[in-house]
């Protein structure tokens, strides 16, 4: 009896946490703020009901993208879990935790989701970009990730191949999307209208954090071999691989690759090689390119004990890798923000 008593008193609190909104649009079921999880109708109750389904479905990407509009990640996180659970065989809102875990300096969690993106309908160029820096990023970088890395450095080297683009500079047109499939059924229909509106929904909210028009999704302010090679030099520089190394330097070089994009791989790969006279040289040569002082600290501290030559204090930056994708990150934001942004595809679909 009293089993039964307290299981009713825990269902009728956790049905009080669902509530409507303002602007909330179905009226059959509500959004459990503290646990969206738990307020997702059962496949009954969604075929039973499906535009509510459907209405349920929006009001949970409408209060995913105010949390974002807040920076909350960890709530924008809470119902992106639970809009991928109810749209488990599309990429977006495991794109969407990707960035959310990414935001929350969890590159295990990001890598993890963009992992999964990867493998779903409508995956982007972009997921597989975020799945190779964030799987960069984590504490253990085993086998079974080595391999994961390179089969979506393939996947994406296949699309920019498939893609051709003029080198960076160069005068390009601007594609026009593909238009999307047409739904095959009642539940695929309603997938697909969630996901434009989520798509919708994320960028409006970015330009109202911004406060700039976006431009349309498909372009890119990078040009696509060359962020290739860069993922490469990064994968590289956490293997410590010098022959990696070297291929994606060249790689970088016949692309005509700015110096503040080699840089980073360069004095990875002196450092790697020991040549302490060129190590030495691109380390002065960092003062020149504007890298802040604490980074060409951590890169001396770095190079000196590599090199062997004691050092009193050593950087817990735990080796090159992590100092080249810290100073590789920097040199590309930096980059980025002193040219116009050419047409390239970070939204195009990459068959998984």
């Known amino acids: 009896m009293f089993r039964r008593s307290a299981s009713a008193i825990a269902l009728c609190f956790t049905v009080g946490l669902a509530h409507a909104e303002e602007g909330d649009i179905s009226k059959k ?3 459990d703020d503290a646990d969206p999880l738990a307020s997702i109708p059962s496949d009954a109750e969604r075929d039973k009901n499906p535009i509510e389904y459907a209405h349920f479905l929006q009001d949970v990407i409408a209060r995913a993208e105010r949390a974002l509009e807040k920076k909350d990640y960890a709530t924008a996180a809470k119902y992106h879990e639970a809009l991928a659970k109810m749209v ?3 990429a977006v809102s495991f794109s969407r935790l990707c960035v959310d875990y990414g935001r929350l300096d969890q590159p295990d969690k990001a890598a993890l989701n963009c992992g999964k993106a990867i ?9 597989h970009i975020r799945f190779v820096n964030f799987s960069l990023q984590k504490a253990e970088f085993t086998a079974e990730d080595t391999k994961a890395v390179d089969a979506s450095l393939a996947h994406l080297r296949a699309y920019a191949a498939a893609n051709p683009q003029p080198l960076p500079g160069a005068l390009e047109q601007e594609a026009k999307p593909a238009a999307p499939p047409k739904p095959k059924s009642k539940e695929e229909a309603i997938q697909q209208f969630a996901e434009r509106r989520q798509q919708r929904l994320m960028k409006e909210a970015e ?3 911004t406060g700039k028009q976006q431009v349309a999704t498909h372009l890119n302010p990078m040009h696509l071999p060359t962020e290739i090679e860069t993922l490469g030099c990064k994968l590289a520089s956490r293997l410590k691989d010098l022959d990696r190394l070297a291929q994606c330097i060249s790689g970088l070089r016949k692309y005509k690759a700015t110096e503040a994009q080699t840089y980073p791989f360069e004095w990875a790969y002196a450092v790697l ?10 380390l002065a040569r960092g003062k020149a390119l504007g890298i802040p002082q604490e980074t060409l600290a951590a890169m001396e501290s770095e190079q000196q004990g590599t090199l062997g030559i004691p050092v009193w204090v050593r950087w817990a930056l735990g080796g090159v890798a992590f100092v080249v994708v810290g100073l590789a990150g920097f040199l590309a934001l930096r980059h980025l923000a002193r040219r116009r942004p050419p047409a390239s595809p970070p939204s195009a679909p990459v068959e998984a």
């Not at 493998?119 to 997921?127: E, H, P, R, Y």
């Not at 302490?276 to 040289?281: D, I, L, M, T």
């Open 273 to 282: 090689k020991k040549d302490s006279r060129r190590a030495e040289a691109l």
């Open 88 to 90: 488990p065989d599309r």
């Open 119 to 127: 493998q779903l309908g409508g995956a982007k160029v972009i997921d």
């Open 207 to 209: 330009e109202k954090r």
């Open 29 to 31: 079921f509500q959004v």
